[in-house]
Structure formats: C-alpha cells, structure tokens
C-alpha cells in the first residue's frame, strides 16, 4: 500500500516562507518522480512543482522563484521550500509520485494546509 504523509503547514504572514514534507512509503522511492499539488476552495487542483528521480525540477509559472522543490532519497522524502508567500498561495497542499511522467498515483494523502494572511 502506497502512503503519502504531508506535514509542515500553517498560518503565515504574507512575505513569510515555509517548508512543507512529504514521506511516502509502499514505493521504491529513489525511482519514482515526485510533486506538489495544491488546492484552494472552489478551485482545481493544480500541479505547482515537480521533481524527477534524476533531480529535474519543473515548476508552474505562478511559483516559479518563490518556491523550491527537493528530494532526500534517504528519507523517502520529499520538501517544498516556499518563500514570499502570498495569499494567494492559501490552499491544501497535497504530494503524488509518478514512476513515468505524468502517470500520478491514484491516491492521496491528508494534505496540509497553508494559509497565508495578515
């Protein structure tokens, strides 16, 4: 069974940065891709970065310079480093893992959440 645990959320003002984790189990994490989703109410859920088992890091537009995305193979885990954090930004951020590029596992985990405000 393929666990995804998300931890690392909370209340921050906006400019603030946060790091989120991300470990997951149930898979040989060193060959798999993992990423970032997020999701704000009433709204999509959206891919926000992404790295491969290789390192290569793909982030989408609205993100890009703030957030970084980083893997520790060691600790079959996966981090999100966001900086000057908008509002935004406020949404449940959830990760996912790929073994091929865009085939994203078909589950999810708790998700963590991020609320940036004044």
């Known amino acids: 069974q393929v666990q995804l645990v998300e931890s690392g959320g909370g209340l921050v003002q906006p400019g603030g940065s946060l790091r989120l984790s991300c470990t997951a189990s149930?898979?040989?994490?060193?060959?798999?891709?993992m990423g970032w989703y997020r999701q704000a109410p009433g709204k999509q859920r959206e891919l926000v970065a992404q790295?491969?088992?290789?390192?290569?890091?793909i982030y989408t537009d609205s993100v890009k310079g703030r957030f970084t995305i980083a893997r520790d193979n060691a600790k079959n885990t996966v981090y999100l480093d966001m900086n000057s954090l908008k509002p935004e930004d406020t949404a449940v951020y959830y990760c996912?893992?790929?073994?091929?590029?865009?085939?994203?596992?078909?589950?999810w985990g708790q998700g963590t959440q991020v609320t940036v405000s004044s």
């Open positions: 149930g898979i040989i994490f060193s060959t798999h891709g």
């Open positions: 790295i491969s088992r290789t390192y290569a890091t």
């Open positions: 996912n893992y790929y073994r091929y590029p865009g085939s994203w596992g078909g589950s």
